[in-house]
């Protein structure tokens, strides 16, 4: 693997160096090959300079993001809990409130009963009262219906 590298010193001393090797796990890993391209590049703009501290840049970015990454996570646990507490709370209340009416939604299913019941008691009634009625007018003398 042939690794060219561009150098620029800046001026509070550190030395930015970009490479054409691809990014990637294989590269973080062996992160040693680039170190001695990078010794020559900064020996050839400074002859004193030496390397004290090596990083790459996909390192540098999870450090500094690290700690937003933490609170991001930590704020979708917690908003995940409230979602789960509320859930919780709404199945608590809508659960009581059916205890609470069962009984009465029972006697309004009884009274729909009874009245269905009733009605066709009376309409029964009615129609065998007629009936008996004129059975009855028959062996009746002198009466009328």
């Given amino acids: 693997m042939n690794i060219e590298v561009e150098t620029k010193l800046a001026a509070d001393g550190c ?16 992160a040693g090959i680039i170190v ?5 590049a900064l ?11 090596i990083t790459m ?6 450090t500094s993001l690290a700690r937003d990454r933490f609170i991001a996570l930590l704020l979708s646990g917690l908003a ?10 709404v199945f608590g209340v ?4 059916i205890a609470r009416r069962r009984k009465e939604i029972g006697i309004r299913m009884l009274r729909r ?13 009615t129609a065998l009262a007629l009936l008996l009625a004129r059975l009855m007018k028959s ?5 009328s219906a």
């Fill in 57 to 62: 840049l996909p390192s540098l970015v999870a």
């Fill in 94 to 97: 809508i659960s009581t409130e």
């Fill in 36 to 40: 001695p391209s990078l010794r020559t």
């Fill in 139 to 143: 062996l009746l003398f002198g009466v």
């Fill in 80 to 89: 995940a809990l409230a979602v789960l507490l509320s859930a919780v709370g």
């Fill in 113 to 125: 009963r009874a009245l269905a019941r009733a009605a066709v008691g009376v309409a029964g009634g």
């Fill in 43 to 53: 020996s050839a703009l400074e002859p004193g300079a030496t390397l004290s501290h």
């Fill in 15 to 30: 030395a930015l160096s970009r490479s054409n090797a691809r990014p990637g796990r294989a590269l973080r890993r062996r």
